[in-house]
């Protein structure tokens, strides 16, 4: 579509603020590069240990793994 990444999180922003969308943190997986089905609604919420059900490896940092996600509401 070659849209620039920051028009479109300013998209997602604006349908955020209307209430169209939902936004939340999922962990990533450095160990297995895969992401964990784990969602959090704030910062706060992300626990110190997390282990990847995917390959069982404790993820160090997982703010440092989190990526934002919107929920079509």
Do not use: W
Not at 35 to 49: A, L, Q, R, S
Not at 50 to 72: F, G, M, Q, S, W
């Amino acid at each position: 579509m070659k849209i620039d990444i920051r028009e479109i999180y300013k998209a997602l922003e604006i349908l955020s603020d209307n209430g169209l969308l939902e936004q939340y943190l999922e962990i990533y997986c450095p160990n297995c590069k895969r992401y964990t089905g784990d969602f959090f609604k704030t910062i706060g919420d992300i626990p110190k240990e997390i282990y990847c059900e995917n390959c069982d490896e404790e993820i160090l940092n997982p703010l440092e793994h989190a990526v934002v996600i919107y929920k079509v509401l």
